[in-house]
């Protein structure tokens, strides 16, 4: 029995680069299969197709449309494929589970064959409170069918490992989960190489940060609010004429962020860097700056800037920003709009020495608490957890 490796296939849409190094730690323990959509293009993000040091398969997958039921599988061969893998735990993302949860046929096979079902990722990240979340969906009739239907899928699942502590708590009182089959297993990146970058950055007398830099990094979407940054900088600049802001980053919004910054007349004050996936590269260029910018809607942005020392000034975001952010100690969080982003931006630039302190903080949190192997271990935790269940 000791070399006893439980099969376990991960469900998803893409292969983020930044999601490689879980899988592996993951493949450490378990014979991993990552299922993964075949054509499944999401706005900003690199799918990593090619030299995976673990198992994967690309299967076809059905969009949502309104002559799709609602319960037909988000990949329809992953039964076949999962058979053929042997497969006796399933993690999958909440759409994806909660479709195979409702479908007859998924249902019955993973029941005949005793195959344990685990629910990952993030929900009920655009509201603050459960109980607000829960009385709006109550009071609104036209989503009555689908939170009923959401709640009976839910109660099949084995067990739950949430992003976070804010949708554990949306998914105890929203969806009646019982406290005792979730475990919070905080969405995270492998910060050892950015970390050990910038500690090496750190120790070159030559190099020196830039305390009017500001910097933002992840997708440029419309709801990562990279507009809002670039209106408030423009604010910023009349204080601090000196100030500079870099946007790195890939997506749809780059030609309308970029006309925006133009109009705003700064765009000489602003780089559009464009993606970096490498970690080298990404932590010299995020080591020029003093301050990190998290406007909208965004998860491991925060990872990333935290594992190379930065303070950052951040929003309601998915959620896990409520279990690593701390107002006024490694960061600032301000309430969305452009007036309270420019007051939280000026109180940052006028105190260097703070932004360091602060920023020392956010990297001892980062790379000795929420790390990738912690990460894993929570989740091979909870899959002999799940195979131990009668």
């Given at each position: 029995?000791?070399?006893?490796?439980?099969?376990?296939?991960?469900?998803?849409?893409?292969?983020?680069?930044?999601?490689?190094?879980?899988?592996?730690?993951?493949?450490?323990?378990?014979?991993?299969?990552?299922?993964?959509?075949?054509?499944?293009?999401?706005?900003?993000?690199?799918?990593?197709?090619?030299?995976?040091?673990?198992?994967?398969?690309?299967?076809?997958?059905?969009?949502?449309?309104?002559?799709?039921?609602?319960?037909?599988?988000?990949?329809?061969?992953?039964?076949?494929?999962?058979?053929?893998?042997?497969?006796?735990?399933?993690?999958?993302?909440?759409?994806?589970?909660?479709?195979?949860?409702?479908?007859?046929?998924?249902?019955?096979?993973?029941?005949?064959?005793?195959?344990?079902?685990?629910w990952m990722g993030c929900d009920g990240y655009l509201s603050?409170?459960?109980?607000?979340?829960?009385?709006?969906?109550?009071?609104?009739?036209?989503?009555?069918?689908?939170?009923?239907?959401?709640?009976?899928?839910?109660?099949?699942?084995?067990?739950?490992?949430?992003?976070?502590?804010?949708?554990?708590?949306?998914?105890?009182?929203?969806?009646?989960?019982?406290?005792?089959?979730?475990?919070?297993?905080?969405?995270?990146?492998?910060?050892?190489?950015?970390?050990?970058?910038?500690?090496?950055?750190?120790?070159?007398?030559?190099?020196?940060?830039?305390?009017?830099?500001?910097?933002?990094?992840?997708?440029?979407?419309?709801?990562?609010?990279?507009?809002?940054?670039?209106?408030?900088?423009?604010?910023?600049?009349?204080?601090?004429?000196?100030?500079?802001?870099?946007?790195?980053?890939?997506?749809?919004?780059?030609?309308?962020?970029?006309?925006?910054?133009?109009?705003?007349?700064?765009?000489?004050?602003?780089?559009?860097?464009?993606?970096?996936?490498?970690?080298?590269?990404?932590?010299?260029?995020?080591?020029?700056?003093?301050?990190?910018?998290?406007?909208?809607?965004?998860?491991?942005?925060?990872?990333?800037?935290?594992?190379?020392?930065?303070?950052?000034?951040?929003?309601?975001?998915?959620?896990?920003?409520?279990?690593?952010?701390?107002?006024?100690?490694?960061?600032?969080?301000?309430?969305?709009?452009?007036?309270?982003?420019?007051?939280?931006?000026?109180?940052?630039?006028?105190?260097?020495?703070?932004?360091?302190?602060?920023?020392?903080?956010?990297?001892?949190?980062?790379?000795?608490?929420?790390?990738?192997?912690?990460?894993?271990?929570?989740?091979?935790?909870?899959?002999?957890?799940?195979?131990?269940?009668?």
């Amino acid at each position: 029995m000791s070399n006893y490796r439980p099969k376990v296939a991960f469900d998803t849409n893409v292969i983020a680069h930044y999601r490689v190094s879980f899988f592996v730690e993951l493949s450490k323990y378990f014979d991993l299969l990552v299922i993964v959509s075949d054509n499944k293009v999401i706005d900003g993000l690199k799918d990593v197709r090619e030299g995976l040091p673990f198992k994967s398969v690309r299967l076809r997958e059905v969009t949502e449309t309104s002559f799709i039921p609602t319960s037909s599988l988000y990949h329809p061969n992953i039964l076949e494929t999962i058979k053929d893998h042997g497969t006796e735990v399933i993690i999958s993302f909440s759409s994806s589970l909660d479709r195979m949860m409702i479908n007859k046929k998924a249902l019955s096979y993973i029941r005949l064959n005793n195959i344990k079902t685990i629910w990952m990722g993030c929900d009920g990240y655009l509201s603050r409170s459960s109980l607000i979340s829960l009385i709006f969906e109550i009071l609104n009739p036209r989503q009555t069918l689908r939170i009923l239907r959401n709640i009976i899928a839910l109660s099949r699942v084995d067990y739950f490992l949430p992003y976070s502590s804010h949708t554990a708590k949306y998914l105890q009182y929203s969806r009646f989960i019982p406290k005792n089959k979730i475990s919070v297993a905080q969405n995270t990146i492998d910060s050892k190489e950015l970390n050990t970058v910038y500690k090496e950055i750190k120790k070159n007398p030559n190099t020196k940060k830039d305390p009017m830099r500001i910097v933002f990094a992840g997708r440029l979407t419309p709801r990562k609010k990279v507009d809002v940054l670039l209106k408030a900088f423009a604010e910023i600049l009349k204080k601090f004429p000196r100030a500079k802001l870099d946007i790195i980053g890939g997506g749809s919004e780059e030609v309308n962020l970029k006309k925006i910054a133009a109009d705003l007349k700064i765009y000489s004050n602003v780089d559009f860097v464009g993606p970096i996936y490498e970690d080298r590269h990404l932590a010299e260029k995020l080591y020029r700056s003093s301050l990190f910018v998290m406007p909208g809607l965004g998860g491991l942005g925060l990872n990333t800037a935290m594992s190379v020392a930065l303070p950052i000034i951040y929003t309601h975001a998915d959620g896990t920003e409520e279990d690593i952010m701390f107002d006024t100690k490694n960061g600032w969080y301000f309430d969305g709009s452009v007036k309270d982003l420019t007051a939280k931006i000026e109180v940052a630039l006028s105190d260097p020495k703070r932004l360091a302190s602060m920023g020392e903080f956010s990297e001892k949190l980062i790379t000795q608490k929420f790390t990738i192997e912690n990460m894993a271990k929570i989740y091979k935790n909870a899959i002999y957890k799940v195979i131990e269940m009668q």
